[in-house]
């Protein structure tokens, strides 16, 4: 089984509307390609700015990037990745914001949604600072989506380094991983494509990646790159560093091929070691 996939590797203003509109017009032009899957950026409707996140924050189902996405989807017939955005929800502890990304479905369902797991707490000395603790919360699941040709594992970029949360979703059975995501000019020539091979090689599931367009009038300078990466590690297609839509053929007959002739997961001594997931919904919305 096979479809058409595309990434909207597009350049993020100041401006929720503006952003929104630049979205729509690349989900249209991916449509028209005969896209059936779309992946968009991590935070494609704001900067990537702990000052910003507050202020374009909203709340599922009422919230105007939301409604954007579940009626694109709809409309289009196609499932879409909303990238993440700013949601603002209350919780136990009181309303907090997360880095959220929103799956919807061909009717305009939301299928899952995915709280980005691990916080983007760094400081890099030469290189960048930046910490998501400061204004974001943690999410606390592992987000693995039906769809229509497989299980697809969502993820948001600082959460692809952490291989026991990509293998996790393997065993709850993903043949795909999409990861939204926004390294940086210092992070991303180091680490983003052996990282995204490595996840795709040790999983033998295709990995998508979807970056930002670089905006160097931006605080935050992503790094692009978007990529697509089969099960075997190849690259199927990668993004430059402007704006622009990748695409590639899935096909999934190929996670087959690769886990039968190579058969890592398999192979994996469950008598010596074992990943420890604690019991929770597969996802929830």
């Known amino acids: 089984m096979s479809f058409k996939t595309a990434v909207c590797q597009m350049l993020v203003s100041h401006s929720k509307s503006d952003n929104i509109s630049k979205a729509k017009s690349m989900i249209e032009e991916a449509v028209s390609q005969g896209a059936e899957l779309i992946i968009m950026p ?107 040709w497989c299980d697809i594992g969502l993820a948001i970029c600082y959460d692809m380094r952490f291989p026991e949360l990509m293998r996790a979703m393997v065993l709850k059975g993903a043949k795909m991983i999409l990861i939204p995501a926004a390294f940086n000019t210092t992070t991303g020539p180091a680490h983003w494509e052996i990282t995204l091979k490595t996840r795709a090689v040790d999983n033998q599931t295709f990995v998508i990646a979807a970056s930002p367009a670089r905006n160097l009038e931006a605080a935050y300078h992503a790094y692009g790159h978007s990529l ?49 997931v604690n019991s929770q919904p597969m996802a929830q919305k």
């Open 42 to 148: 991590e935070m494609f409707n704001c900067p990537y700015e702990n000052t910003s996140f507050p202020d374009f924050a909203e709340s599922y189902p009422d919230g105007e990037t939301v409604k954007f996405l579940a009626q694109t989807a709809k409309e289009n017939k196609i499932y879409l990745v909303g990238g993440s955005v700013p949601e603002s929800a209350e919780t136990e502890s009181g309303r907090q914001i997360f880095n959220t990304s929103f799956f919807f479905d061909p009717q305009g369902q939301l299928i899952v949604r995915h709280r980005k797991v691990h916080l983007f707490d760094i400081d890099i000395e030469g290189g960048i600072s930046f910490r998501e603790s400061d204004t974001l919360g943690r999410g606390d699941q592992i987000t693995v989506a039906g769809t229509k």
């Open 228 to 276: 697509i990466v089969d099960p075997w590690g190849e690259i199927l297609a990668e993004a430059g560093t402007g704006e622009e839509i990748i695409y590639a053929s899935i096909d999934l007959e190929l996670v087959d091929r690769v886990r039968r002739q190579l058969p890592l997961l398999r192979h994996r001594r469950t008598d010596l070691y074992r990943l420890e």
